[in-house]
């Protein structure tokens, strides 16, 4: 797990690790990165921010992984509950 892209993403690219996660930029993606599985489970509270410290809004939202088939099922989490998200 790390907490920048860029740098999860070399670490994914390096080939060493079934799955890395990462978070920083706050922007949902699921990616194969070679043979890594790479995550960003994108904003549980609902924003990101610029450089500059500007908020947008954004879908809340998470991920789950089964570790045995390594299958990720993604959600968003709205008033009518937890919806489920494709990639």
């Known amino acids: 797990m790390n907490h920048y892209d860029g740098i999860a993403c070399a670490i994914a690219a ?3 690790f079934d799955l890395v996660c990462y978070g920083h930029n706050h922007a949902y993606s699921i990616a194969r990165i070679g043979r890594t ?12 921010f610029s450089a500059n410290g500007g908020r947008t809004d954004v879908a ?23 919806l489920p998200r494709n990639p």
């Open 60 to 82: 809340s939202t998470f991920m789950t992984i089964d570790t045995t088939t390594g299958e990720v099922a993604g959600f968003e989490v709205s008033g009518a509950g937890c």
């Open 14 to 16: 390096s080939g060493e």
């Open 37 to 48: 599985l790479a995550i960003n489970p994108g904003a549980i509270m609902g924003a990101a």
